[in-house]
């Protein structure tokens, strides 16, 4: 089936990422309606805030059971159950997102995301990948093409990797929260030059205004360094690479993550 891009629902879905609620903001809306699913969103995400990820779970699991056909709280649950390390029920709940709302690609992503950095599931993730591109416009297609790069580069079809530049032309300015992934596909297709890849004090300006969102950015722009300097034939500044990445690496980065693997087996960490 061919879905149609939503513009209003995509904008709805980045202020959900965007979200930074307050407990307190939480409670008011559950004080006007305890049975609102949203209300029950936004004290997932806010428990979630506070590092409370069990108790975030356990809201979103509330919403849902006022509301079983509300995707958002099983994208919620699902992210969670993600930073805990259960990865088999994170794929679960974005699967369910997709049944209720297969034209919104975020829930393709985080479930493309999930299988390969969690379940090593590498061609299936490509698949939802590519379902992203079908649903995306060009601005938003820079994480696509980032993740289709270095996922077929870790397969070892370097080749499929170069082919997947072609999809991108990078006329289109992507989103402040796609920053990073917008600099790694520039860099893979020669419009960035190595030594300009990175400059952590233009970041700091241009980045989202969060704490630690320079490392944040740099932990996927990095990742993506690693893999382009293998594809080039570079082996010690695909090395240096991923020593810097363990150096300043955000934790629970998609890039981070992707690199501990290859960091333990050039011993750069245990």
């Not at 919403?63 to 794929?91: D, S």
């Not at 490509?126 to 992203?132: A, M, P, S, V």
Request: charged residues 30%; hydrophobic residues 35%; glycine residues 6%.
């Amino acid at each position: 089936m061919k879905f149609v891009y939503n513009e209003e629902r995509d904008l709805q879905m980045r202020k959900i990422l965007m979200m930074v609620p307050k407990v307190s903001e939480a409670q008011a809306l559950l004080d006007k309606d305890s049975t609102d699913p949203y209300a029950w969103y936004v004290m997932g995400t806010a428990l979630a805030e506070e590092g409370k990820l069990e108790e975030a779970i356990d809201a979103y699991s509330t919403g849902i059971m006022y509301a079983p056909f509300y995707a958002p709280n099983y994208f919620g649950r699902g992210r969670r159950h993600n930073a805990v390390g259960e990865w088999k029920q994170a794929m679960a709940d974005f699967t369910m997102c997709i049944q209720l709302e297969p034209s919104n690609w975020t829930y393709w992503y985080y479930r493309a995301t999930t299988a390969n950095v969690r379940g090593g599931l590498l061609e299936d993730s490509i698949d939802d990948f590519r379902e992203c591109l079908n649903l995306t416009k060009p601005s938003e297609q820079y994480p696509l093409i980032h993740w289709l790069y270095t996922t077929y580069a870790e397969l070892g079809d370097y080749k499929k990797a170069e082919e997947s530049l072609n999809l991108i032309d990078c006329k289109e300015k992507a989103p402040q929260m796609d920053y990073g992934y917008e600099r790694a596909v520039q860099l893979y297709k020669g419009i960035v030059k190595p030594e300009d890849y990175i400059d952590e004090e233009k970041m700091a300006k241009v980045v989202i205004d969060r704490p630690n969102r320079v490392h944040f950015e740099e932990s996927h722009m990095l990742y993506g360094l690693y893999w382009y300097w293998k594809i080039h034939g570079d082996d010690q500044k695909a090395y240096d690479a991923i020593k810097r990445l363990q150096e300043i690496g955000y934790p629970g980065t998609f890039g981070l993550l992707k690199s501990q693997p290859i960091a333990r087996k050039l011993g750069i960490i245990k």
